[in-house]
Nanobody
Framework: QVQLVESGGGLVQPGGSLRLSCAAS????????MAWYRQAPGKERELVAI??????EYADSVKDRFTISRDNAKNTVYLQMNSLKPEDTAVYYC?????????????WGQGTLVTVSS
């Protein structure tokens, strides 16, 4: 069974930066894609950024401010968030999809809260 553990959330002032991390653990698995989603109060969960192979894609609202990257050796994905805005306040969730001895899987992290406020 693959599990994801996120870290790096917190309180930051507008214009500040944060880096989120998400580490995958388990036995005999390979990950095809990893992504960050977020859910603000009263809103639906939305895709923020995804990385698969050498490709990255971003929501329009975070382009040129956020950067997703992955360390394959550590099975870890990062989200560097710069120029943060109050509207970036949300719970951020990591998502991974891949294959293991049990077949195809998709898994979510527990979420980490990012609050952008002065």
């Amino acid at each position: 069974q693959v599990q994801l553990v996120e870290s790096g959330g917190g309180l930051v002032q507008p214009g500040g930066s944060l880096r989120l991390s998400c580490a995958a653990s388990g036995s005999r698995f390979s990950i095809n894609a990893m992504a960050w989603y977020r859910q603000a109060p009263g809103k639906e969960r939305e895709l923020v950024a995804i990385i698969y192979g050498g490709t990255t894609e971003y929501a329009d609202s975070v382009k040129d401010r956020f950067t997703i990257s992955r360390d394959n050796a550590k099975n870890t994905v990062y989200l560097q968030m710069n120029s943060l805005k109050p509207e970036d306040t949300a719970v951020y969730y990591c998502h991974a999809a891949g294959s293991s001895s049990g077949g195809y899987f998709e898994v979510w992290g527990q979420g980490t809260l990012v609050t952008v406020s002065s």
